[in-house]
């Protein structure tokens, strides 16, 4: 039983990129919007670090920005569709398979506005828009449930998948985010429960949302075990660190050693 492992990080913070690299990730998982706004030589920059380490940028997380509104009565798809094709592009050169729907403000129900519709239009958003661009760029989707202090709609895994099951669409399927689970009472069982619709995984201490580390008392192979067993291919880091790279070098044996406990 394996899993991929990676780290979260900036795509313009080409140094620690390497160094996650040189510690053994597998993979880096960088912030979408960052990364679609970035001028092209940073863009560039960025690219050739991954080929000179012959690192993998294998997902990326803060899909839609926002200001970029997908619920309310001004939704803007023209404006929609120019930022999800320019940042879909991009990802297939940076060989991204995994893109975060995350995104709590811009899916954000404005206060008053019918959350059945709201819910129709996230449903329209994935089906006729960010699901079909990313597809024809090689990219699955991961819809992230998030806290409750975070945003209104789409809190639970279970409802994550519910939206991707009502999208209909392969390439967007939900996420299972160990801070989000724990905040929100969801159980690990969630995960391995819905084998084969979980594209996506983040982990971290789950009350305190630092990087995995050896005395944080906490056993990260029950998580991990229910990622493997979704059938679920990546799980990154997505945490606090307060001494890089020795939080980042510890993170990664800490998670080695629980999935070897599995």
Same mark, same amino acid.
């Given at each position: 039983?394996s899993v991929?492992l990676?780290? $979260?990080?900036?795509?313009?913070?080409l140094?620690r990129?390497?160094? !996650?690299?040189?510690?053994g990730?597998?993979?880096?998982?960088?912030n979408? /919007?960052?990364?679609?706004e970035?001028?092209?030589?940073?863009f %560039?920059a960025?690219l050739?670090? #991954?080929e000179?380490?012959?690192?993998? $940028?294998?997902?990326?997380? $803060?899909?839609?920005?926002?200001e970029?509104? @997908? /619920?309310?009565?001004?939704?803007?798809?023209?404006?929609?569709?120019?930022?999800?094709?320019?940042?879909? =592009?991009r990802?297939?050169r940076?060989?991204?398979k995994?893109?975060?729907?995350?995104s709590?403000g811009?899916?954000?129900?404005?206060?008053g506005?019918?959350m059945?519709?709201?819910?129709e239009?996230l449903?329209?958003? @994935?089906k006729?828009? =960010?699901?079909?661009?990313? =597809?024809?760029?090689? &990219?699955?989707?991961?819809?992230?449930? @998030?806290?409750?202090?975070? /945003?209104?709609?789409?809190? *639970?895994?279970s409802e994550g998948?519910? #939206?991707?099951r009502?999208?209909? @669409?392969?390439n967007?399927?939900?996420l299972?985010?160990?801070?989000?689970?724990? /905040? %929100?009472?969801d159980?690990?069982? %969630?995960l =391995?429960?819905?084998?084969?619709?979980?594209q996506?995984?983040h982990?971290s201490h789950p !009350?305190?949302?630092?990087?995995?580390?050896?005395?944080?008392?906490?056993d990260?192979?029950?998580?991990l075990?229910a &990622?493997?067993?979704?059938?679920?291919?990546? $799980?990154s880091?997505?945490?606090? #660190?307060?001494?890089?790279?020795?939080?980042? &070098?510890?993170?990664?044996?800490?998670?080695?050693?629980?999935? *070897?406990n599995?």
């Amino acid at each position: 039983m394996s899993v991929k492992l990676g780290m $979260c990080t900036s795509a313009k913070d080409l140094e620690r990129i390497k160094k !996650l690299a040189e510690i053994g990730y597998d993979y880096v998982e960088i912030n979408f /919007t960052g990364m679609t706004e970035m001028p092209e030589d940073e863009f %560039e920059a960025f690219l050739k670090v #991954l080929e000179e380490t012959n690192f993998k $940028c294998e997902a990326a997380n $803060c899909f839609i920005p926002g200001e970029i509104k @997908l /619920t309310g009565e001004n939704v803007d798809y023209d404006k929609v569709r120019e930022f999800v094709s320019k940042g879909m =592009a991009r990802a297939e050169r940076a060989g991204i398979k995994s893109v975060v729907f995350g995104s709590g403000g811009a899916r954000r129900v404005p206060e008053g506005f019918p959350m059945d519709k709201a819910y129709e239009q996230l449903v329209k958003f @994935l089906k006729e828009y =960010a699901g079909p661009i990313a =597809a024809r760029h090689g &990219v699955a989707i991961a819809i992230e449930p @998030l806290r409750s202090q975070e /945003t209104n709609i789409i809190n *639970k895994v279970s409802e994550g998948v519910e #939206l991707a099951r009502k999208v209909g @669409l392969p390439n967007v399927k939900g996420l299972g985010d160990i801070y989000h689970m724990a /905040t %929100e009472y969801d159980s690990d069982d %969630e995960l =391995a429960k819905f084998r084969g619709e979980i594209q996506h995984t983040h982990i971290s201490h789950p !009350l305190t949302r630092y990087a995995p580390k050896k005395d944080d008392g906490y056993d990260y192979s029950v998580f991990l075990k229910a &990622v493997i067993e979704s059938g679920c291919e990546r $799980c990154s880091v997505e945490g606090r #660190l307060d001494n890089f790279p020795e939080d980042a &070098v510890e993170a990664l044996e800490v998670l080695k050693n629980a999935v *070897k406990n599995i």
